[in-house]
Nanobody
Framework: QVNLVESGGGLVQPGGSLRLSCAASGTIFSVWAMGWYRQAPGKQRELVASITNNGYTNYADSVKGRFTITTDNAKTTAYLQMNSLKPEDTAVYYC???????????????WGEGTLVTVSS
């Protein structure tokens, strides 16, 4: 069992900042990647940011230059620093981790429960 606990969502005004965190625990052999998807009402699910265990990062075009994803040294906790937030960033943000629970197994995605980010004045 792999558990992801995410936090950091809330209500902020446009131009404000939030930092999301996502901590993976449980039966983990290795974490290959972590990141966040988001889904807003009436919109498709979107990959916001991801980071691999070798440090490669990927961002949605809509957040480049504003969001930064990092991990801790163990690579089991990810952080998403969100700056210059816009109303269109409003969504439920779902953390995921690509985890191999045993050696030589194909990694599988695990998901957090989601945290709501609301950007509004």
């Amino acid at each position: 069992q792999v558990n992801l606990v995410e936090s950091g969502g809330g209500l902020v005004q446009p131009g404000g900042s939030l930092r999301l965190s996502c901590a993976a625990s449980g039966t983990i052999f290795s974490v290959w990647a972590m990141g966040w998807y988001r889904q807003a009402p009436g919109k498709q699910r979107e990959l916001v940011a991801s980071i691999t265990n070798n440090g490669y990062t990927n961002y949605a075009d809509s957040v480049k230059g504003r969001f930064t994803i990092t991990t801790d040294n163990a690579k089991t906790t990810a952080y998403l620093q969100m700056n210059s937030l816009k109303p269109e960033d409003t969504a439920v943000y779902y953390c995921y981790a690509d985890v191999a629970v045993q050696a030589r197994l194909v990694p599988v995605d695990y998901w957090g429960e989601g945290t709501l980010v609301t950007v509004s004045s």
